[in-house]
């Protein structure tokens, strides 16, 4: 396919889908809560409302996080859509998420400041297990390369599976580990990392958190190429059992978290990497 329309679709298709997931994970969640929930379309309403409000910032360094974390998301995400290395896609999303953080360090509000301080405990969470899963790919495959993956990763990857729907549940800022912030109103900080971000600077971090919902699942869908259809499946069985995490669980602590998260997340991914090593890849 033609690298330019590959692009397009990177730029254009997650936004679309990742509304479309968004708005259907809140009529779920409502459904499992007894509610009847909004509409389908209500993130891009959302968004749409923010991207029209006056623009007020109480620093420069806010809207240089606000623009940076989507503009960086964007290129991990073209950069996927291409079948770039994978390795170099995990950083530059790391990178994204300091520039979040950042932004929300540039004010003097509290609610700001702790949140910004759990979104890097968060960042210390699961930026370990997606290195190890880049390099798991490369073990079992012979290659950073997602275009040279040939042939289904599961078999072998497995734990690194399990250890990327705990990825997937702190990303989608989901119960228990909704730390720096939360998709609902039960977060003691309101809006934590984000309170301070109004306007459309909040309406671009909106986009960017539709971008990196779709390049996580992307990351699982991995497993199963090179079948689209049944990566697809494989990636929206994950994000529906977040939801199901999501509705069952309590909110944790900041250090729950990185227990959890190092223990038994990147204690599989370790597992898988050492066992792959051992048996010369796949």
Request: aromatic letters at 8%; glycine letters at 8%; one cysteine or more.
């Amino acid at each position: 396919m033609n690298e330019w329309l590959l692009v397009a679709l990177a730029l254009v298709l997650p936004p679309v889908l990742g509304s479309l997931l968004r708005g259907l994970d809140r009529i779920l969640t409502a459904r499992m809560q007894g509610r009847f929930g909004p509409p389908l379309l209500q993130p891009v309403y959302d968004t749409i409302k923010l991207l029209a409000k006056r623009r007020m910032i109480t620093g420069r360094m806010q809207a240089v996080g606000s623009i940076g974390y989507l503009l960086f998301i964007m290129a991990a995400t073209v950069m996927f859509f291409l079948g770039q290395d994978l390795l170099l896609i995990v950083l530059v999303l790391g990178v994204a998420d300091v520039f979040l953080v950042v932004g929300a360090f540039a004010t003097r509000s509290p609610y700001s400041q702790i949140g910004a301080n759990r979104e890097l405990l968060q960042i210390l969470s699961y930026e370990p297990i997606l290195i190890i899963t880049a390099i798991g790919l490369y073990v079992a495959n012979g290659s950073f390369m997602i275009s040279e993956i040939d042939q289904p990763l599961l078999p072998s990857l497995w734990p690194i599976l399990l250890a990327l729907v705990l990825v997937l549940v702190i990303l989608m800022r989901k119960s228990p580990f909704d730390i720096s912030s939360s998709e609902h109103a039960h977060q003691e900080l309101v809006k934590g990392v984000f309170i301070e971000y109004s306007g459309i600077h909040l309406g671009l971090i909106e986009i960017a958190h539709m971008y990196e919902l779709i390049l996580v699942l992307g990351f699982i869908s991995l497993m199963w190429l090179p079948g689209i259809v049944p990566g697809v499946a494989l990636a929206l069985g994950c994000w529906f059992l977040v939801l199901l995490i999501d509705n069952i669980t309590a909110r944790l602590t900041w250090s729950s978290m990185l227990k959890i998260s190092w223990m038994f997340g990147l204690g599989l991914a370790l597992v898988n990497l050492i066992g792959l090593s051992a048996l010369g890849g796949v």
